[in-house]
């Protein structure tokens, strides 16, 4: 556990770096990201390169006893490489290129900006592989931020048909497998295939979902070409990238299996604001986020990562780029700080050193004001790294693994997919798993988060949100795992090559969920249909809740060998089952209201032999080497539950005042 910062030495007059250093160095900082922007000052002209100045700027940073993590500055292309080869510049899906003038301004399969990004990564990678003070790389910065993923250039269309032609080997596979002959829309070569764009109405789903694929899968040719290099000049120095908040443009699984460390930025209350939350939620946690909502992605990355997971930028104070900007309350950086450590980061970097007094992020806070005095967010980092010194004193293994017995599989195709073809217009994957996240973390679980080809053997409950494509293998792995297992609507409604299946939806997971899905519906935002959940003999279902967006109505088969399984849990007020259990498998048939989809997954968590507590919303849990931290986001003190004795708490107090972090010894619970 160690803290960081991100520095940019190019910002502020040379006199100030030895400062700044000593400066960190007393903080409690020891990591300093740098140089992720600053391509038009290592190379001010066309193969003119200027190295004194970062050479003098690390060595200051080495000297004050600080590891480097050197960045490709491949975000930002200056301006006389764009005027060079405007092919750079990514085209949106209005056809049209967009401009140069902020930053992410390339397209992924533009070949001369890969040219143009292996020099300059060469060039960077040779000069600083080497250097005692770079112990860390960072590749480009936040690739697809700014919607960059997907680019409608030439090139991309290019690319996209031998992507195509790779994947169907003929045409005729991809006409049968698209369903071209709807419309007319068949194809004789790959050369006849364009951008899923300017279409009248509707471009073909199929065709659009292959863009997203393909267009995926760019980043991670690009990124890999990038880790190549360094890792040619800079053998041994682990390789990261930072990767963004919810964010699912590009298979993350993919691209972070070429990396040593998945890191991410972490700006909860800019997400708060931005993001699907109902306007009582984001009143609530203006100043604090949600509480699932940074959690959520430390476990995302946390799962990609072979090495600790990093927050490679921290929200140290207001933002600038969200439409309000309200700052945190007092605490809450330290709190989000302690919250990635006890989800298993290695490192917590603050963005920024200093706030930038011009250009665009003139607004966004740094841990120091623009005239250099600490602000509340550096004087939370110094207390962390201070409290980071005796948690580890006290116990070396307070961040070690801890095993989880739940899991939540999250797919980026689901995304792509169910934003191709929505069917309901707020069908929004991500805020789905989110939600489903959020009740498992409210009922005090930690959370693995797996890809759909994940082991899964091991855990006692699997939680798998609205899944559309099931591998072959799902059900059985799903089945072989021994664990209960939660499946959203939607689960297993679609082929690869977006068609239903021919059985219906479930598709192949009707093996081991033998309903068959005839009909669906989606509802408008302001709908909810009341779903009446059956008695349990514990007495813990809520008799009445309401489901929303969607409804998957559902034949069971009583064909089935052990059709007598099946048991309906809840229904709809017209009688269609809600939810059906087929022994250890639950089908949920639509998505419910939070109070039903906690009692729900609580139910199904003591099925699986595991005790849930009930956190409510604003306090959370989570369990890190042998310790139980605890972080209260709500306004109110948070008392621990009496049969915690007082010797087993290790850090913060048994009332856990608003904004407060406590933590105790798991074993003696
Ligand atoms: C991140 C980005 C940083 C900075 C920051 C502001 O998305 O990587 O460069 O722009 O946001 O919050």
Known sequence: MRLGVCYYPEHWPEAMWKDDAERMKSLGIEQVRIAEFAWSRMEPSPGEYDWGWLDRAIDTLGNAGLKVVMCTPTATPPKWLIDRHPDILPVGADGRPRAFGSRRHYDFSSPSYYEASKKICEAVA???????????????????????????????????????????????ALNIAWGTVFWSMEYRSFDEIDAPIGTVTEAHPSHRLDYRRFASDEVQRYNRMQVDIIRAHSPGRPIAHNFMQLFTEFDHYKVAADLDVASWDSYPIGALEEQWYAPEIKQRFLRTGHPDFASFNHDVYRGMSKLPFWVMEQQPGPVNWAHWNPAPLPGMVRLWSWEAFAHGAGCVSYFRWRQAPFAQEQMHAGLN????????????????????????????????????????????????????????????????????????????????????????????????????????????????????????????????????PANLPPGSLASVMPVRVWRVESLRPNLQEPVTFAAQADGHWPRQGYSRHWRDLLDLDAAADDAAALEVRASFADGHPAYVKHGAMHYLASLFDDASTAALFADVAREAGLEPSLLGDAVRVSRRGGLTWVFNYGPQTYTLAADIPDDALVFGSREIEAQGVAAYRTAAH
């Not at 860390?136 to 700014?146: A, I, L, R, S, V």
């Open 369 to 500: 004001t623009p005239d250099n005095r600490l602000d509340i967010g550096g004087g939370e980092a110094a207390q962390v790294a201070e409290e980071i010194r005796a948690v580890l004193a006290a116990d070396p293994h307070a961040n070690d693994a801890v095993k989880t017995p739940v899991a939540l599989v999250f797919d980026y195709e689901a995304k792509w997919l169910f934003e191709v073809h929505p069917q309901g217009a707020d069908f929004h994957y991500p805020r789905f798993a989110v939600e489903y996240y959020s009740a498992l973390r409210s009922l005090g679980f930690d959370v693995d988060i797996v890809p759909v080809h994940a082991p899964l053997d091991g855990y006692q409950l699997i939680v798998v949100p609205p899944l559309p494509v099931v591998p072959d293998d799902f059900a059985a792995r799903l089945a072989q795992s021994g664990a209960q297992v939660i499946l959203g609507p939607r689960s297993g409604s679609k082929t690869a090559d977006l068609q239903i």
């Open 126 to 172: 040779s000069r600083y592989g080497q250097h005692p003070a770079v112990a860390f790389w960072q590749t480009d910065n936040e690739y697809g931020c700014h919607q960059t993923v997907v680019s409608y250039s030439p090139a991309a269309v290019k690319r996209f048909r031998e992507w195509l032609k790779a994947r169907y080997g003929s045409i005729n």
